[in-house]
Protein backbone atom coordinates (compact mmCIF):
# COMPACT_ATOMS: atom_id res chain seq x y z
CA UNK A 1 0.00 0.00 0.00
CA UNK A 2 1.05 3.43 -1.06
CA UNK A 3 -0.22 6.57 0.89
CA UNK A 4 0.39 10.38 -0.78
CA UNK A 5 0.21 13.21 0.95
CA UNK A 6 0.59 16.52 -0.94
CA UNK A 7 1.50 20.08 0.58
CA UNK A 8 2.50 23.26 -0.95
CA UNK A 9 -0.72 24.75 -2.63
CA UNK A 10 -1.95 28.05 -1.62
CA UNK A 11 -2.94 31.31 -2.86
CA UNK A 12 -0.45 33.63 -5.62
CA UNK A 13 -0.93 36.14 -7.67
CA UNK A 14 -1.09 36.15 -11.69
CA UNK A 15 3.28 35.33 -12.68
CA UNK A 16 3.91 33.84 -9.16
CA UNK A 17 5.53 30.59 -8.51
CA UNK A 18 4.25 27.73 -5.61
CA UNK A 19 6.61 24.17 -5.25
CA UNK A 20 4.00 21.19 -4.60
CA UNK A 21 5.05 18.60 -3.11
CA UNK A 22 4.12 15.09 -2.65
CA UNK A 23 5.55 12.90 0.20
CA UNK A 24 5.13 9.40 -0.36
CA UNK A 25 5.08 6.56 2.52
CA UNK A 26 4.87 2.37 1.56
CA UNK A 27 7.35 0.24 -0.52
CA UNK A 28 9.03 0.50 -3.75
CA UNK A 29 8.59 4.80 -4.28
CA UNK A 30 11.53 4.37 -6.74
CA UNK A 31 10.49 2.01 -8.81
CA UNK A 32 7.19 3.62 -9.51
CA UNK A 33 5.99 6.47 -12.40
CA UNK A 34 4.82 9.59 -10.51
CA UNK A 35 2.35 12.04 -12.09
CA UNK A 36 0.22 15.00 -11.03
CA UNK A 37 -3.25 15.79 -12.09
CA UNK A 38 -5.67 18.58 -11.80
CA UNK A 39 -9.20 18.96 -11.29
CA UNK A 40 -11.78 21.98 -11.06
CA UNK A 41 -15.53 21.87 -10.30
CA UNK A 42 -17.41 20.57 -12.83
CA UNK A 43 -14.53 19.05 -14.99
CA UNK A 44 -12.37 15.73 -15.49
CA UNK A 45 -9.53 15.18 -13.43
CA UNK A 46 -6.74 16.79 -15.99
CA UNK A 47 -3.01 15.09 -16.57
CA UNK A 48 -0.54 17.55 -15.58
CA UNK A 49 3.36 16.15 -15.50
CA UNK A 50 4.48 12.79 -15.50
CA UNK A 51 8.38 11.66 -14.33
CA UNK A 52 9.63 7.84 -14.83
CA UNK A 53 11.22 6.01 -12.33
CA UNK A 54 15.08 5.30 -13.13
CA UNK A 55 17.54 2.02 -12.66
CA UNK A 56 20.42 4.42 -13.83
CA UNK A 57 19.55 8.09 -12.92
CA UNK A 58 17.80 8.84 -16.03
CA UNK A 59 14.69 10.34 -15.59
CA UNK A 60 12.21 11.21 -18.33
CA UNK A 61 9.70 13.98 -18.02
CA UNK A 62 6.34 14.45 -19.47
CA UNK A 63 4.09 17.63 -19.80
CA UNK A 64 0.70 18.92 -20.89
CA UNK A 65 1.13 21.31 -23.69
CA UNK A 66 -0.63 23.96 -21.36
CA UNK A 67 2.06 23.71 -18.71
CA UNK A 68 5.33 23.27 -20.74
CA UNK A 69 7.78 25.54 -20.15
CA UNK A 70 6.11 26.55 -17.20
CA UNK A 71 6.13 23.72 -14.67
CA UNK A 72 8.45 21.13 -13.75
CA UNK A 73 7.88 17.83 -12.13
CA UNK A 74 11.53 16.21 -10.02
CA UNK A 75 11.60 13.49 -7.49
CA UNK A 76 13.75 12.54 -4.59
CA UNK A 77 13.79 9.27 -4.12
CA UNK A 78 16.03 9.31 -0.87
CA UNK A 79 12.96 11.32 0.77
CA UNK A 80 10.56 9.73 -0.93
CA UNK A 81 9.24 13.02 -2.37
CA UNK A 82 7.87 14.29 -5.66
CA UNK A 83 7.56 17.69 -6.70
CA UNK A 84 5.99 19.97 -9.00
CA UNK A 85 7.68 23.32 -9.57
CA UNK A 86 4.96 25.83 -11.16
CA UNK A 87 6.53 29.25 -12.66
CA UNK A 88 4.57 31.75 -14.49
CA UNK A 89 1.15 30.76 -12.64
CA UNK A 90 -1.97 32.11 -14.65
CA UNK A 91 -5.61 32.35 -13.49
CA UNK A 92 -6.90 29.28 -15.24
CA UNK A 93 -3.88 26.86 -13.45
CA UNK A 94 -6.58 26.81 -10.66
CA UNK A 95 -7.40 23.62 -9.23
CA UNK A 96 -6.99 21.14 -7.02
CA UNK A 97 -3.60 19.56 -7.69
CA UNK A 98 -3.21 15.70 -7.10
CA UNK A 99 -0.39 13.28 -6.75
CA UNK A 100 -0.62 9.86 -8.45
CA UNK A 101 1.95 7.01 -8.21
CA UNK A 102 1.74 4.19 -10.58
CA UNK A 103 2.04 0.03 -9.43
CA UNK A 104 5.57 -0.73 -8.87
CA UNK A 105 7.30 -0.44 -12.32
CA UNK A 106 4.68 1.29 -13.92
CA UNK A 107 5.50 3.39 -16.91
CA UNK A 108 4.54 7.08 -17.42
CA UNK A 109 1.24 7.82 -18.23
CA UNK A 110 -1.15 11.47 -19.17
CA UNK A 111 -4.19 9.00 -18.40
CA UNK A 112 -5.36 8.93 -14.87
CA UNK A 113 -6.30 5.07 -14.65
CA UNK A 114 -2.80 4.21 -15.34
CA UNK A 115 -2.41 5.37 -11.58
CA UNK A 116 -2.79 3.22 -8.48
CA UNK A 117 -2.49 5.68 -5.81
CA UNK A 118 -3.95 8.75 -5.15
CA UNK A 119 -3.61 11.74 -2.63
CA UNK A 120 -6.09 13.62 -0.88
CA UNK A 121 -5.57 17.12 -3.10
CA UNK A 122 -4.26 20.90 -2.63
CA UNK A 123 -5.86 23.87 -4.13
CA UNK A 124 -3.94 26.41 -5.96
CA UNK A 125 -5.48 29.55 -6.04
CA UNK A 126 -4.10 31.68 -8.93
CA UNK A 127 -5.58 35.51 -8.84
CA UNK A 128 -5.77 37.50 -11.48
Known amino acids: QVQLVESGGGLVQAGGSLRLSCAASGRAFSSRAMGWFRQTPGKEREFVATISWSGNNIYYTYYADSVKGRFTISRDNAKNTVYLQMNSLKPEDTAVYYC??????????????????WGQGTQVTVSS
Open 100 to 117: AATPSSGVTSRLSVAYAY
